[in-house]
């Protein structure tokens, strides 16, 4: 079988894949262990990747980007996965969502003032949004501000934020209105090395992806001056909806590469281990598993690839990425499980990859919108 090869994937994209596979193996992956007990990334991490150059890869070089297109943020998060750091590493949210909503949405200003450093990784940043009472239910948010002058007093909870340890740049989704519902909704960028009254509350422990920190934020009459309005004061909510395409292909992007090692990881694996007097890979069960995960495997790549291109071309609708995202993230628990199964008991041990990758892929089918959302969202067009 001929290697596969996106349509997308120039000679560009395939010398940053290298490069950031060989940063990732001397900067990152010695460290996970240690990552994974404490409960997050370094701090420096951040301003390593910043400095290879792997943040807001997707974004102009006028604003301190890499000056690519959504394919690069692409490569980056493939790698992230294949070398197994994967979501550990906040980079999704900061570069792939967060960036964008400021490049989207914020005026020059804004951009000059705060994508150079996202870039070199000197600001973190993490997008607020759920509560401990909303969380698919975007509408049901209780943060609120009230106008006071050329400042918004800001003040409410949020949960499950990633990157909310080491987030110095928070984009808060609160009211700003007596509107009802959508038309409510406005977001705030909160910096936080200069805000009284924001605290951060537990590191969150979790299923899997033991490094990403997650976090409860608290904002107590937090001041935030006017300028820090990101796009129209109300139409948060329609800001939100209009990136989320985006958001759901990086998030089917990173599953379809966990797939993919899965795969690959565990026919390593049945080729090397003997039971009965024979390879595991030899018994009809284990070639049959890995048959269906290969071809599955594949499906997936060329369905994530299309999506790839037509988002590339300004084409990619909601309707179509929330097909991608729920139904690869679907794949990729199904499709870990199977091959966790083929590593017997060891497939149960944290030595072994496949059990982080177990752990890991579960979260896939909640966050970004539960999948029950996107066959909500999908069932509409119908």
Not at 24 to 34: A, N, S, T
Not at 122 to 146: F, N
Not at 165 to 170: M, T, Y
Request: hydrophobic share 35%; glycine share 10%; aromatic share 8%.
């Amino acid at each position: 079988m001929h290697p596969y090869t996106p349509t997308w994937e120039t000679e560009d994209l395939k010398l940053l894949r290298e490069s950031t596979a060989k940063f990732l193996e001397r900067e990152f992956v010695p460290h996970l262990k240690r990552w994974f007990e404490q409960g997050k990334v370094d701090r420096e991490a951040w301003t390593k990747a910043g400095a290879m150059g792997l943040l807001l890869p997707g974004v102009p070089e006028q604003y301190g980007g890499g000056g690519g297109s959504f394919a690069h943020e692409a490569v980056v998060i493939e790698e992230l996965e294949k070398s197994g750091v994967g979501a550990n590493f906040g980079y999704p949210v900061h570069s792939t969502i967060c960036a964008y909503y400021i490049l989207h949405y914020g005026t020059e200003e804004q951009k000059q003032r705060w994508l150079p450093k996202l870039a070199s990784g000197e600001l973190v940043s993490a997008i607020a949004m759920s509560e401990p009472g909303a969380g698919s239910d975007l509408q049901g948010i209780q943060t609120r501000t009230v106008r006071d002058g050329d400042h918004y007093v800001l003040s409410g909870s949020k949960t499950f934020i990633t990157n909310g340890q080491h987030a110095n740049h928070v984009i808060v989704a609160a009211k700003t209105s007596d509107g009802k519902g959508s038309r409510s909704i406005s977001l705030l960028v909160v910096e936080t090395d200069h805000a009284p009254g924001f605290k951060r509350g537990r590191n969150l422990k979790k299923v899997g992806l033991p490094a990403a920190d997650t976090s409860e934020l608290f904002f107590d009459q937090v001041r935030v001056p006017v300028e820090n309005l990101l796009g129209e004061e109300g139409r948060g909510f329609y800001h939100l909806m209009a990136q989320l395409p985006q958001e759901r292909l990086a998030l089917a992007t990173g599953a379809v590469a966990a797939i993919e090692r899965a795969v690959e990881l565990t026919t390593e694996y049945t080729r090397s281990r003997e039971a009965f007097g024979q390879r595991i890979l030899d018994f009809q069960n284990t070639r049959f598993t890995l048959a269906e995960c290969k071809t599955e495997a594949h499906i997936a790549r060329v369905f994530l690839d299309s999506c790839i291109e037509r988002h590339l071309h300004g084409e990619l609708d909601n309707v179509t990425a929330s097909m991608a995202k729920w139904w690869t993230t679907q794949k990729q628990c199904e499709i870990v499980d199977a091959c966790l199964q083929l590593h017997g008991g060891n497939g149960y041990m944290l030595d072994y990859p496949i059990a982080h990758m177990y752990a890991d892929a579960r979260v896939q089918k909640i966050y970004g919108g539960s999948n029950e959302i996107m066959k909500e969202l999908i069932g509409r067009s119908l």
